[in-house]
């Protein structure tokens, strides 16, 4: 899914209603009755608790008021208030103009911030104050609005399209912002959700279609695109072919592991071999060859003259994929041997872990690596290796201008990791979850892709599939668990249902 600009989500909506011959009122009422439906799924819905709606004089204020008028027609005890911060827009007028008679549907205006009223501790708070038309910090009375909202810690707050306050596009410095336990975002998230800074502020957000203009749509160009389900379907074809056989799905190398590290090693190569390469061999120290042999009987082992880490400067010709780094340490000759690698191999390299925090100390080696290879930095690498950043924006810039300017896959980790490319596009993934966040977890995303690198579908589609996988895998695996027990193996047994579910092969 393409992740468009301010301007371009207006623009795409103009068009779509030209393109579908409606008026911005139907648009609108569309928007208001998907709005109310995803409401209404909600589990935890009460119809009988009231709902309060603090509607705003643009668009955004028009989907709040037509959303009191579907739960007022239901029944819904609706408590809605006006706060014009300017002449409210036409489709806004029409909105409330048709409200229908309810006894349970009440209407204010807040004109100042005593106006605020006391609200039930267990009412719903639907914030449509500000949309994605938002240009400039909230001032004045309406920030006090803001300010109070975000002091009912007891009401459920669902913002509509964007927290009131947010930029889709930017960080507004010292902005007031709602902040939401859900948003529901019309049409397509908006850039500004990618940000962890703001994280928080969004709360869970999830997607309402309304059937945009596909048309119109395909012309916007973005290098920005959101990594969903339907996106990675197209992106592969994993199916084999009757006559196929171990060699046509390549060879991969993993040098991972040391003393007390050789866990990376093992979680590493299960995951690759789980991602479908055809021949696997795993370099590590010689503390840790009985240790390959007997935990991944499938991965032929190669060791290293060193009993501790990898030292040895290896023949790396032969390989269609090279993953190095996870649990490497930084033991005495380490770095030399990986400069070895970096220096007789063409093909992408998969860096992380400790081969990223060795890069960070020697920055020149970054134009020396293969063009295309891949960095898996999480946070703290990514600081390590390029610096730290104002604001997540600035962070996303500098990836996007590393990629390009190196050649590089810059796969930045976390909730909806960021992959930037040597394009310059970014994605943002929508698999995961936190129980992810637990040791060994990036070990496994090193083997996905260096197993899916491995087999020639290009280091692109590698990339983007290997991280969705990894996510999904992760998804399947916390079902009917917590995510506080989930360990990274779990990830790995799941690679078979995830590959299944997104491929059907
Ligand atoms: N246009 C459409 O056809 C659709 C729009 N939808 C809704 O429309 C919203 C966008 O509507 P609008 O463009 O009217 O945007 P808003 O509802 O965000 O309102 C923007 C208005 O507020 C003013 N404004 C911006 N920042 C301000 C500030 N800090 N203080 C005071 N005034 C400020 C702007 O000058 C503008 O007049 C979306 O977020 C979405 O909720 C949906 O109904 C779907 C269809
Ligand atoms: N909150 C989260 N939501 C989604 N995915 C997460 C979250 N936290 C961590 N992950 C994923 O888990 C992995 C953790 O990798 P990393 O920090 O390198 O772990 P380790 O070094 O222990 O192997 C990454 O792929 C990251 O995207
Ligand atoms: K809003």
């Given at each position: ?11 795409v909506d103009q068009q779509t209603m030209i393109d579908q011959r409606i008026s911005s009122t139907e ?479």
């Amino acid at each position: 899914m393409k992740i468009l600009n301010q301007e371009q989500m207006h623009w795409v909506d103009q068009q779509t209603m030209i393109d579908q011959r409606i008026s911005s009122t139907e648009l609108m009422e569309r928007a208001v009755h998907e709005l109310y439906k995803c409401i209404r799924s909600f589990t935890w819905f009460d119809p009988l608790s009231p709902v309060f709606v603090f509607a705003g004089s643009g668009n955004n204020g028009g989907d709040g008021i037509g959303l009191a008028r579907l739960l007022a027609e239901e029944g819904v005890e609706v408590h809605l208030f006006y706060c014009d911060y300017s002449e409210p827009s036409a489709d806004n007028l029409h909105m409330r103009e048709h409200l229908p008679h309810r006894k349970y549907l009440t209407e204010k205006s807040i004109t100042n911030p005593a106006d605020f009223p006391t609200l039930d501790r267990k009412g719903l708070i639907i914030d449509a104050l500000f949309g994605s038309g938002l240009n400039r910090p909230i001032e004045g009375v309406w920030r006090s609005v803001v300010e109070s909202i975000n002091t009912q810690h007891t009401n459920r707050v669902i913002s509509i399209d964007i927290p009131s306050g947010m930029h889709p596009d930017k960080i507004l410095e010292n902005a007031v912002c709602i902040h939401a336990d859900i948003t529901l975002t019309i049409g397509q998230p908006k850039y500004s959700f990618f940000f962890p800074e703001l994280g928080d502020i969004i709360g869970d957000w999830v997607v309402i279609d309304i059937k945009l203009s596909e048309a119109a749509l395909e012309k916007c160009d973005t290098h920005m695109y959101y990594l969903d389900a339907p996106f990675i379907k197209g992106y592969g074809d994993l199916s084999r072919k009757r006559f196929s056989h171990k060699g046509t799905f390549g060879h991969a190398l993993l040098i991972n592991g040391s003393y007390g590290k050789m866990g990376a090693a093992i979680l590493a190569a299960r995951s690759c071999l789980r991602s479908g390469v055809g021949l696997l061999t795993c370099h590590v120290p010689r503390i840790g060859y009985p240790i390959m042999q007997i935990s991944v009987p499938e991965s032929m082992v190669s060791v290293d003259q060193h009993e501790f880490y990898f030292h040895t400067k290896i023949d790396v010709s032969g390989y269609d994929a090279i993953g190095i780094g996870s649990g490497i340490d930084h033991g005495n000759g380490v770095c030399e041997a990986l400069l070895h690698v970096i220096q007789n191999t063409t093909v992408p390299l998969v860096l992380d872990a400790d081969a990223l925090n060795i890069l960070a100390e020697h920055a020149d080696w970054l134009g020396k690596l293969p063009r295309n290879s891949i960095l898996t930095p999480h946070p703290g690498e990514f600081k390590r290796l390029f610096g730290s950043w104002i604001n997540d924006a600035e962070k996303l810039d500098r990836q996007r201008n590393l990629s390009r300017q190196y050649g590089l896959f810059i796969v930045l980790k976390g909730a909806n990791t960021s992959i930037s490319c040597p394009d310059g596009q970014i994605y943002f993934n929508s698999t995961g979850n936190p129980g992810m966040a637990t040791a060994g977890s990036g070990d496994t995303l090193t083997g996905i892709i260096t197993g899916l690198c491995a087999q020639n579908m290009g280091t692109k589609s590698a990339v983007l599939m290997g991280v969705y996988i990894h996510g999904l895998a992760g998804d399947l695996a916390v079902k009917g668990q917590s995510q506080l027990s989930m360990v990274s193996s779990d990830i790995t047994n799941h690679l078979g249902a995830a590959f299944y579910e997104t491929f059907q092969t």
